[in-house]
């Protein structure tokens, strides 16, 4: 994957997302979704950006439906990032660089 994007799934989650020291984005997205490809290169980019701050993941719906499940998304793309493993803030819906680097802001 490009950039410092990590994919995660179910076997990992715990590991990769909700035990990290800093904070964590997961992108959750599937294949098929129009939206969730165009929030992808928004993500990408800002992991770049802000790698020191905070991680960046995707989890992939359909191949990760229990920690999908876990976290009750049922729209995708849903943006969640996590802090001290709990859920800090939430969005669902394609968003602007300038929108999703605010949220990100909030939490490091």
């Known amino acids: ?20 020291a800093m904070p964590v984005l997961v992108d959750f997205w599937a294949p ?10 928004v993500v990408e980019e800002l992991s770049r950006e802000m790698s020191d701050k905070v991680k960046f993941t995707k989890l992939n719906v359909d191949d990760n439906q229990m920690t999908a499940a876990r976290y009750g998304i049922m729209a995708i793309p849903s943006l969640l990032i996590f802090k001290g493993g709990q859920v ?7 968003l602007s660089k300038a929108a999703l680097k605010g949220l990100l802001e909030k939490s490091v």
């Open 88 to 94: 800090a803030q939430q969005h669902v819906g394609a």
């Open 32 to 41: 098929w979704c129009g939206p969730c490809r165009m929030v992808a290169p």
């Open 1 to 20: 994957m490009a950039g410092n994007v990590i994919e995660v799934g179910d076997a990992n989650f715990q590991q990769e997302v909700l035990d990290s």
